[in-house]
């Protein structure tokens, strides 16, 4: 079963990104939150009790509280081997071209896509 961690300010967005993983992998245990603080806190708490990240995370850059690169700096603290097992993804609805250019520069992010996740997309991520 995968589990998939959806961070997204937009819960819109979290419902649909959340029926369109339903549709792909109906076992998937889906978890969202629409605070990057919260996801923040979530992960570090999986990681400080050394239990495996989801599979899949899927992260919105442009958010309130933290954008998604502040929020992988602070993920980069860690080990990189913490993320061996993990996808992890910028979702952003941003037409930057500035910021799929610095998503390169971290090597815990497989890749960088545009909203709205498809299930076409999806199954190219598995």
């Known amino acids: 079963m995968n589990q998939y961690l959806l961070i997204d300010d937009d819960d819109i967005f979290n419902f649909l990104h959340s029926e369109v993983i339903k549709q792909v992998d109906a076992s998937a245990e889906i978890i ?59 979702v952003t609805s941003s037409l930057d071209q500035r910021d799929k250019l610095k998503s390169v520069n971290y090597p815990i992010i497989k890749g960088f896509k545009e909203k709205t996740i498809t299930t076409e997309l999806l199954k190219d991520m598995q």
């Open 32 to 90: 969202s939150h629409s605070s990057s603080i919260e996801a923040l806190d979530y992960l570090k708490e999986l990681i400080h009790d050394k239990i495996q990240l989801p599979n899949f995370i899927f992260i919105d850059i442009r958010m309130p509280e933290m954008n998604g690169f502040e929020l992988i700096d602070e993920l980069m603290k860690f080990p990189e081997e913490i993320f061996k097992h993990s996808k992890i993804y910028f």
